[in-house]
């Protein structure tokens, strides 16, 4: 894998929700690549459809129809044993909600993905600690998420989205909990994650990520109207 | 993770300790039940065996019933022989025949059962002479005045001690003198039968010189060594049958036989108790499914971040299912010391001896186990089959 070859292939992705007789289309039809190294920005008002298409890459679902390949493996129409395998191995979620497991500590929480990898305990926590320290939170390892602000928890999220060493960092609009200022310190994280050779996608309303992605790709109701 | 997962239960558990007891109480119900139904089954057991033991196992009684019945004139003192001769397995059957009488001696009186013997009847027994010696074939044969004091009348009629070769007084219409030949050593009462508060004359001295005897009040049998004394009573009961055509006019009774009716007095029992144990096996079962169900309810959200995490469907679904077992093993562990308690307490309000059963704990946490597996399955299966967005954006 170099860093200037693509990553992610999208063809024609297409997402249909049933809820009960009614169709909800939230992806009509997406196609895109991204490159190994990029920092990509997915912009567009509330519903158009960058969630499911986050989750999409993710593997945390999968398309309705079309394909799409992870570092050339198509992952469309894999069960959900080898989908969890993925996610576990390729991708580092960081959600808008923070999504800790709260009744473990951060240390436990950072360690989690490690388990599911059938990395020994010993290396877990070795891990674990090492990228909680990367984001600054070394003194904090046995408080529970409860117990630290919206920052320090997206921080870590952000941890354990890295712990695995994925090649690909999602984030669903990271900073939509927290204050501007905070905001900015996270999505200075990302952009120092990506420095490091890490695919980045981001989600986000906030133009000031638009900026510092060197990549824009703007979705409006299941459709992408604009890539710059 | 086995251990993460132990863990994460316990914690689980600790957050809700009201909810966790509630849902484990089945459990503790049924597991309880298990082990008093095997530890007093048990402690019974060893508790008659240790009762029958002492009363000598291999002895067999014949009563016979009623008035005026068949069996009552066959009682004879010549149907020791026809025993003997028409019932295998048969040592000695030993004619019983007892009047309480007035003994004195000097100004010390005493009132007991006066039993007429022969010298088979320490045999039959197992009884055992402390000073002196018992009545012999000789006494019996030359019809001597000769008695054999049990341990209690000795201590009553010769407080001093040293009875062998004294006289005592035998009060039947007028005083008869009787020598002291022997002194018995004591004996626990069995089969109707006040060992040391008897004394013992040769037979033919006492139907001569006390009583005339006509039917022998019942038989005493001792069983050849070997023979098993069910089979010997069966074929008694058979013999005795043949003798009169009613099988109302006897009884034939055998320790064994006693400790048959109370195996099956135990069977019952634990057939009742099994039956309490299966019922709240079940409902425990059914509350450990409710609160698996709820659990997975309320961690939707959890299962949906575990899954993004990695966690395939086979993880969640260990995950969930050993938590149902810790819960069920630790509602097993509960029942398990309620169990031992409770029975230890009625054995003790029973005299009885205390017989715990490892085999028994060990079968109660399979139990709980297995209700915990079987039970939690189904909760696991549908923790694992949650769809990861869905889990996710569930509120
Ligand atoms: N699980 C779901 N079931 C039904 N409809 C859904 C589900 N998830 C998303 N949708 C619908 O799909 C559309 C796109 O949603 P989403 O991808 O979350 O948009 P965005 O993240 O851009 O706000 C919306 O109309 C939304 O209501
Ligand atoms: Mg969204």
Known sequence: MTASGTIIKIADVKKDYILGKAVIKAL???????????????????GSGKTTLMHLIGCLDIPTSGKIYLEGEDVSELNEEALARIRNRKVGFVFQQFNLLSRISILENVMTPLMYAHVPVKKRRESAEEALKSVGLSDRLTHRPTELSGGQRQRVAIA????????????????????????????????????????????????????????????????????? | MFFENIKLAFKDFGSNKLRTFLSILGIV??????????????????????????????????????????????????????????????????????????????????????????????DVFDYE??????????????????????????????????????????????????????????????????FDAAVYVPRNTYNQRLKRIRRVRNYVVGTEKGADVLVVSGKIEAYLFKLTGDADSYRV???????????????????????????????????????MLVSVAERTREIGIRKALG?????????????????????GLIGISFGTGLSYIITVFLKWLFAPQFSAFLLAVLFSGGVGIFFGLYPAIQASGLQPVEALTYE
Not at chain 1, 172 to 199: H, V
Not at chain 1, 204 to 226: M, S, Y
């Open chain 1, 28 to 46: 009509r039809g997406v196609t895109l690549k991204i490159q190994s190294g990029e920092l990509l920005a997915i912009m567009g008002p509330s």
């Open chain 1, 160 to 228: 354990r989205a890295l712990v695995t060493d994925p090649s690909i960092i999602l984030a669903d609009e990271p900073t939509g909990n927290l204050d501007t200022e905070t905001g900015r310190s996270i999505l200075e994280m990302f952009n120092k994650i990506n420095g490091n050779g890490k695919t980045v996608i981001i989600v986000t309303h906030d133009p000031e990520v638009g900026a510092l992605a060197r990549k824009t790709v703007h979705i409006r109701d299941g459709i992408i109207t604009g890539i710059d």
């Open chain 2, 29 to 122: 119900i049924g597991v309880a039940s298990i082990i008093t139904i095997t530890t007093l089954g048990r402690s019974a057991t060893v508790s008659i065996q240790n009762q029958v033991s002492s009363m000598g196992l291999e002895t067999i009684n014949i009563f016979p019933r009623g008035n005026d019945s068949e069996a009552r004139r066959l009682f004879t003192p010549e149907l020791a022989g026809k025993l003997k001769d028409n019932v295998e397995g048969i040592k000695d059957a030993v004619p019983i025949n007892q009047t309480p009488m007035l003994l004195k001696h000097g100004r010390d009186s005493y009132q007991a059962n006066v039993m007429a013997v022969t010298d088979d009847f320490t």
């Open chain 2, 129 to 194: 002479v402390e000073s002196g010696g018992f009545i012999t074939e000789d006494d019996n044969a030359r019809r001597k005045s000769v008695v054999v004091l049990g341990a209690e009348a000795a201590s009553k009629l010769f407080p001093g001690g040293d009875a062998v070769g004294k006289y005592i007084r035998i009060y039947r219409k007028q005083a008869k003198s009787f020598r002291v030949i022997g002194v018995m050593k004591t004996r626990t009462a069995s089969m109707r039968m006040d």
């Open chain 2, 253 to 291: 009774i055998s320790p064994a036989t006693i400790a048959g009716i109370y195996t099956g007095i135990t069977k019952t029992l634990n057939l009742f108790l099994t039956g309490i144990a299966a019922i709240s096996l079940l409902v425990g079962g059914i509350g450990i499914m409710n609160i």
């Open chain 2, 311 to 331: 966690a395939t469907p086979k993880v969640i679904r260990g995950q969930f299912l050993i938590e149902a077992v810790v819960l069920t093993l630790f509602g």
